[in-house]
């Protein structure tokens, strides 16, 4: 894939999409099975294959704000982090609008 100069200069001294303690978690345990949600720079079908080639399985493609659902390996997210394409990566976890107690 083709990235453009400003958009190249402007990634170049990117941050690290992983937080602190995501990665910690990460390379304690390389081959632990993981749930991530990676965000993309652009149209996130672009990178399914590169993804998959990381050895992650996708599991769904969100276009709204481009990302990957993707599950795998530790070792293979800390691989997709480095990837120039991607911007944040954060643990896919349940999300609830509303306390467990007013929904029983």
């Known amino acids: 894939m083709k990235m453009s100069l400003s958009r190249w200069w402007r990634r170049r001294s990117r941050p690290d999409p992983l937080s602190p303690d995501l990665r910690r978690q990460l390379e304690s345990v390389p081959q632990a099975r993981v749930r991530v949600i990676a965000h993309v720079v652009d ?40 990837q120039p394409w991607v911007v944040t990566i954060e643990a896919d976890r349940a999300v609830h609008t509303m306390p467990k107690e007013d929904i029983e």
Not at 51 to 79: I, M, N, Q, S, Y
């Open 43 to 82: 149209d996130p079908e672009a990178y399914r294959a590169d993804v998959e080639g990381l050895g992650l399985r996708v599991h769904r493609v969100f276009k709204l704000t481009p990302g990957l659902a993707v599950e795998g390996a530790a070792d293979a997210v800390l691989k997709l982090a480095a």
